[in-house]
């Protein structure tokens, strides 16, 4: 008597499945579709929903994807319809490789990221005398792209063009003041305390 039994073979998981948007209970589909780019809501939704593709872990599979799909609606990888185009015309013109698109692709998340970020800083603080700028707003956290910041931790990371490392603190004497150059976080704190101390 034989014995037929199925063969197993090796899957491999679709990158949909380990997207954030797909998660039960996360934000419905339509955050993804923002219907323009003219109000400030809208605009709000796509940099948020931008901020959160950047996040998953499958972004860049996602993007690639919607390259080669040609999507022409909806924001997948952290790209809009815009960016995609802009991209693949791009791609096409310089005849680039998967490498070099992924690339420009973490550029774009790149300048996404920090957009809003300068904005927000731009629309609440005020320039001072001295070098110093001061914040406007009362409230003591901020929301960006889904990640929330104090107005010093907003402010030094759009001077220095990354997050702070451990508390910010100014360092011009001015408890208040926002001015980039006149923050420090804790890992510059650090490497000037070991500087001074080998010198």
């Known amino acids: 008597?034989?014995?037929t039994r199925a063969t197993s073979t090796d899957h491999t998981p679709d990158w949909r499945v380990q997207a954030d948007?797909?998660?039960p209970g996360y934000y419905g589909t339509d955050h993804w579709f923002p219907t323009?780019?003219?109000?400030?809501?809208d605009r709000e939704q796509a940099a948020d929903a931008k901020a959160?593709?950047?996040e998953c872990p499958v972004a860049m599979q996602c993007a690639q994807w919607a390259l080669a799909r040609r999507e022409d609606d909806g924001i997948y990888g952290g790209l809009d319809v815009q960016q995609r185009a802009s991209l693949t015309r791009k791609a096409v013109k310089l005849r680039l490789t998967d490498a070099?698109?992924?690339?420009?692709?973490?550029?774009?998340w790149a300048d996404d990221a920090r957009g809003p970020l300068v904005d927000t800083y731009l629309r609440s603080t005020d320039q001072g005398?001295?070098?110093h700028v001061w914040w406007r707003g009362r409230k003591s956290s901020y929301t960006v792209g889904g990640r929330v910041f104090t107005p010093m931790q907003l402010a030094f990371e759009v001077g220095r063009g990354r997050a702070p490392e451990g508390p910010v603190r100014t360092s011009c004497g001015e408890p208040y003041c926002v001015a980039s150059e006149h923050l420090t976080d804790?890992?510059?704190r650090w490497r000037h305390a070991h500087l001074t101390a080998a010198a």
């Open 36 to 41: 323009g780019t003219k109000t400030r809501a």
């Open 100 to 108: 070099q698109v992924a690339s420009l692709i973490r550029a774009i």
């Open 21 to 23: 948007c797909r998660r």
């Open 1 to 3: 008597m034989s014995e």
């Open 186 to 188: 804790g890992a510059m």
């Open 52 to 54: 959160i593709c950047r």
């Open 129 to 131: 005398e001295g070098g």
